[in-house]
């Protein structure tokens, strides 16, 4: 079983009574989870009309809001720092790129968190939410339609997000975790109109699905393997260029504290250098990095 973290969620909380593959088995619900459907759909369709609302500076705008939400946001807060603590920075940062990654509409901090760290316990066994074990579909986008993990699942957040469920602006920001992406819109909109909203959030937030729900699906199918992991995790170089580096997934699931997940100079990682650019303006610290000959993690800006 991989280890997650240096402090393993499961350590902080009381030993479950019941084991947490049969409390958590993420499971077809039965039925189609309307309020996620609808959102998505509504965001698909907002995508499709982005094409008849062309303007060159609306692309300007889809790279600044892709990078803050996507790489900055998801990558480098909810993933990197916020669930496997590859690294440090000062409060108000952390806060500051956790409310980035809300810009993407995939959850509050705890549920992406929690989520994510069930995944690594369980990869690819009984209880990962989203294998391509039980169906590719299932892994890419059918565990959110149809799935029986939800969004705010007490048990799920305290015992996998303890850490996350004690501070009170991570429970807020969870809460309300709409609420950024909906400011950013009117902004975007009173600012550039139809072309600056549709581009910078309805694309942007459906196609950034997709890029993210490639990484537990696509990456957990096809590519190579350079650590023999006992789960199906692989390095899939077109999934880490959309992603920004979150496609060298076998370096990850081999070794998932490491702060950067591209492992050699052609395993180009754009979620790393943001880090160790924050590192060297003094705003990371602790970065760990775990090279391809093992053995223990480095910590650069100690
Ligand atoms: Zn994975
Ligand atoms: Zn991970």
């Known amino acids: 079983m991989p280890v997650l973290t240096e402090e393993a969620p499961v350590a902080h909380v009381a030993p479950a009574p019941i084991p947490s593959a049969e409390l958590f088995l993420q499971k077809p619900s039965g039925k189609f989870n309307w309020v996620f459907g609808i959102w998505i759909a509504v965001f698909h369709i907002g995508a499709i009309a982005s094409f008849f609302f062309f303007r060159w500076s609306a692309l300007i705008v889809l790279a600044v809001t892709w990078v803050l939400g996507q790489n900055i946001g998801i990558a480098v807060s909810y993933h990197r720092q916020l669930t496997h603590r590859g690294f440090t920075t000062p409060k108000w940062l952390e806060y500051l790129m956790a409310i980035c990654g809300t810009l993407s509409l995939q959850g509050g901090p705890l549920y992406w968190v929690a989520v994510h760290r069930l995944h690594h316990q369980l990869t690819d066994k009984p209880g990962d939410p989203h294998s391509p074990r039980d169906g590719g579909w299932w892994s890419h986008i059918g565990w959110i339609l149809y799935g029986s993990l939800h969004n705010e699942d007490p048990e799920l957040l305290g015992r996998y997000a303890p850490d996350l469920a004690k501070d009170k602006f991570y429970r807020w920001l969870s809460h309300y975790h709409w609420v950024p992406v909906t400011v950013l819109g009117i902004g975007l909109f009173l600012a550039g109109g139809w072309s600056w909203i549709l581009w910078g959030v309805f694309f942007r937030v459906a196609v950034g699905m997709h890029v993210t729900w490639l990484v ?64 060297t303006l003094g705003l990371a610290k602790r970065i760990k990095v775990q090279g391809p000959e093992g053995g223990a993690a480095r910590i650069l800006h100690g």
């Open 216 to 279: 537990n699906s696509a990456t957990h199918m096809w590519g190579g393997k350079r650590f023999s992991t006992r789960d199906d995790s692989r390095n899939l170089w077109w999934v880490a260029l959309l992603t920004g580096g979150e496609g060298w997934h076998n370096n990850h699931h081999a070794h998932p504290v490491s702060a950067s997940h591209g492992m050699a100079w052609y395993e180009l990682d754009f979620n790393y250098w943001c880090i160790r650019l924050l590192g």
